[in-house]
């Protein structure tokens, strides 16, 4: 556990895909926390308003029944509303203070830190209680996103945060990440396209054995 005995962010770190159907979405999302994964992140570009919502609220309740963290991607207003456990912002998706201030001390913030060691600092600082590194691999869900060197996550312990890793990953190549100290790996893609979601998640577990 963490600050405030808030929910370790560690393992998969799935993020949904941009799904318009909810009932896919919930079917998928289950099967990735059948398999293991340790915090889901709602991240959905294609819905906003009541169907975003809809969505995000019946996630939550899928988490519970799961007791995984269920991150809200940038909305602070979306998050605080549902009750949900916390948000994860990018740099230009508000302000970590702010976000403290509306959601309270018992939810998790995260922040995306690029591949910027200093930013991770000032967000560390800020109250952020994970930090985000990437694109650690080329990304097809961020194409143009800067590359993180791995190098970051053994030089981020210094924070005393959990480090999320993000951007490309895959079966392939997520053990050199977790090996270069990430304690999480944020994974899109090669998740939800794999043809047996839950054990792709439990396969990505495995490699924090």
């Known amino acids: 556990m963490t600050r405030n005995n808030l929910p ?3 393992g998969l770190y799935a993020i949904t895909p941009d799904e318009t159907d909810t009932a896919r979405l919930l079917t998928i999302c289950e099967a990735a926390l059948a398999g293991g994964a340790g915090v889901l992140q709602y991240r959905n570009k294609r819905v906003s308003g009541e169907q975003a919502h809809a969505q995000a ?3 939550l309740a899928l988490c519970r029944r799961f007791q995984v963290p269920l991150i809200i991607n940038d909305d602070v207003q979306l998050a605080a509303g549902l009750d949900a456990d916390g948000v994860h912002l990018g740099i230009d998706d508000g302000d ?3 976000a403290r201030a509306a959601l309270g001390q018992r939810k998790i913030i995260g922040a995306s830190c690029y591949n910027n060691l200093a930013l991770a600092r000032q967000a ?4 952020a209680d994970y930090v985000a ?3 650690c691999f080329p990304s097809s869900t961020k194409p143009n996103a ?3 060197d791995i190098a970051l996550f053994a030089k981020a312990r210094e924070l005393g945060l959990p480090t999320v890793a993000i ?4 079966l392939e190549n997520a053990a050199s990440i977790i090996s270069a100290g990430a304690d999480a790996v944020a994974v899109i893609g090669a998740l939800w396209n794999a043809p047996d979601i839950q054990a792709q998640a439990s396969q990505f577990n495995q490699l924090f054995s």
């Open 8 to 10: 370790a962010i560690h």
């Open 57 to 59: 609220s019946a996630l």
């Open 96 to 98: 970590i203070a702010a």
């Open 124 to 127: 560390a600082g800020l109250g």
């Open 133 to 135: 590194f990437g694109a």
């Open 146 to 148: 800067p590359r993180a």
């Open 167 to 170: 951007g490309g990953i895959n």
